[in-house]
């Protein structure tokens, strides 16, 4: 084995050569000033040999921006935090780690990458700063097994980008947890998302494919916009144990909600969603769209969503569905219950400053068709449960009603047809 002792701005870097098949460069601690530098030049010695792995050992990492190369592995040893600075003027490209126009990138381990919440006067809200990992037009990406805390603003910020794979990423703080836009071919799993902001977020994205997360936000699980959507064996739960920082709450408020924003020129009609075997815990509204009204709904409409054996208890609604004119929008949902929040009163909702239109449990207007199977609607009080108005076909089989006092809690107005 091929191995060159270095020396690099004080710090002692082991290369070992060929014929492990990678370059390696392993990086060991300096107390004090940022390293910026030193990690910049091992991953750009890397980059020389074609591509290569840039180990971290045991300590702390102070740094400003860290930019990727093409083919570039990072692996955070366990007890390893990479530690951002507290002032702005030490990153650039508004990132804290950040690629563009690569391929092969993998950032993988048991350490920690720590944002420290970094201040910018002049950044989103008046104080969001770098985002934590941000990819541009990269493709062959896999994060593996580290965390992020204290992200100061998004942890993963993901654009025109394909082919990733997050694995066991732990995010805890910060604002928006994986948030992705205009990208394609995703897996994300065995993840642990406890955020401020959205867990899941982004628009004009196709070919997503979630499972065995844990989902725990003070705003909503997956604000999305996706084109063949697959989420399966997770688990949504609030209140967050991150405040929102900007209104000062932690009550999370949706599982699943539509996301086109109008600002973005979206492309993509989000549609083809399986989502299956999710509970849901203490969460305002469990699925929530609004295309005729909603602030960042409206850019293009979605289509085609289907909800399988869900247990989603502590609700304020259960669904909110307000589609476009053309009634594209189609539910089906099988399997599944659904129970108001025991000792609350009728909160009278506002979602993205437009007041809903109805107070019932389940409300739907706009829409092609809606298809419910076996499913358990649990709220009591004389009020209707479910009102279906302006739609197209509604189908109801084996669906129970326990605890309301109504024979029947269930409204139609202006539908083509129903049947029960």
């Given at each position: 084995m091929v191995k060159i002792l270095s020396l690099l701005l004080g710090l002692f870097l082991i290369i070992s050569g060929p014929d492990k098949g990678?370059?390696?460069?392993?990086?060991?601690?300096?107390?004090?000033?940022?390293?910026?530098?030193?990690?910049?030049?091992?991953?750009?010695?890397?980059?020389?040999?074609?591509?290569?792995?840039?180990?971290?050992?045991?300590?702390?990492?102070?740094?400003?921006?860290?930019e990727l190369r093409d083919n570039i592995t990072l692996v955070l040893e366990k007890g390893v935090i990479i530690k951002g600075s507290d002032s702005?003027?030490?990153?650039?490209?508004?990132?804290?780690?950040?690629?563009?126009?690569?391929?092969?990138?993998?950032?993988?381990?048991?350490?920690?990458?720590?944002?420290?919440?970094?201040?910018?006067?002049?950044?989103?809200?008046?104080?969001?700063?770098?985002?934590?990992?941000?990819?541009?037009?990269?493709?062959?990406?896999?994060?593996?097994?580290?965390?992020?805390?204290?992200?100061?603003?998004?942890?993963i910020n993901c654009r025109y980008c394909s082919g990733g794979i997050v694995t066991n990423v732990t995010i805890l703080g910060g604002h928006d947890g994986l948030h992705t836009r205009f990208c394609d071919n995703f897996r994300v799993t065995g993840c642990n998302f406890r955020t401020g902001d959205?867990?899941?977020?982004?628009?004009?994205?196709h070919d997503f494919y979630i499972s065995d997360c844990l989902v725990n936000t003070?705003?909503?699980g997956f604000r999305l916009g996706c084109l063949n959507l697959k989420v399966e064996?997770?688990?949504?739960?609030?209140?967050?144990?991150?405040?929102?920082?900007?209104?000062?709450?932690?009550?999370?408020?949706?599982?699943?909600?539509?996301?086109?924003?109008?600002?973005?020129?979206?492309?993509?009609?989000?549609?083809?969603?399986?989502?299956?075997d999710i509970t849901v815990e203490n969460v305002d509204i469990f699925y929530m769209y609004n295309f005729r009204n909603g602030l960042w709904q409206t850019g293009q409409p979605a289509h085609d969503v289907s909800f399988r054996n869900i247990k989603a208890s502590g609700l304020l609604r259960a669904f909110y569905i307000d589609g476009s004119t053309d009634s594209l929008f189609t539910l089906s949902l099988k399997r599944s219950s659904f129970s108001f929040r025991t000792g609350s009163d009728d909160p009278g909702l506002v979602f993205e400053g437009a007041k809903l239109r109805d107070n019932a449990f389940f409300y739907a207007t706009n829409f092609a068709g809606i298809k419910i199977d076996k499913v358990k609607l649990e709220k009591q009080g004389?009020?209707?449960?479910?009102?279906?108005e302006k739609g197209g076909s509604v189908l109801l089989k084996k669906t129970?009603?326990?605890?309301?006092?109504?024979?029947?809690?269930?409204?139609?107005?202006?539908?083509?047809?129903?049947?029960?």
């Open positions: 990678r370059f390696e460069v392993v990086l060991k601690p300096e107390s004090g000033s940022l390293m910026t530098v030193t990690i910049q030049k091992a991953i750009n010695l890397c980059a020389e040999k074609g591509g290569g792995i840039v180990s971290f050992t045991a300590g702390t990492y102070n740094s400003g921006t860290i702005y003027s030490d990153y650039n490209n508004d990132a804290f780690i950040f690629g563009k126009n690569l391929k092969g990138i993998v950032i993988m381990g048991s350490g920690e990458i720590d944002g420290v919440n970094c201040y910018n006067p002049k950044g989103e809200e008046g104080f969001r700063g770098p985002h934590c990992i941000r990819l541009v037009n990269c493709s062959n990406i896999e994060l593996k097994d580290f965390t992020i805390q204290n992200s100061a603003n998004w942890a959205d867990a899941f977020a982004g628009n004009d994205n003070s705003c909503n064996r997770c688990r949504l739960w609030g209140p967050g144990e991150y405040m929102h920082k900007i209104q000062k709450r932690n009550n999370m408020l949706t599982a699943f909600v539509h996301f086109s924003p109008p600002d973005q020129k979206p492309q993509l009609k989000s549609g083809n969603w399986e989502i299956s004389s009020e209707p449960l479910l009102l279906f129970t009603f326990p605890g309301s006092d109504r024979k029947d809690p269930i409204v139609f107005k202006d539908i083509q047809n129903f049947g029960r």
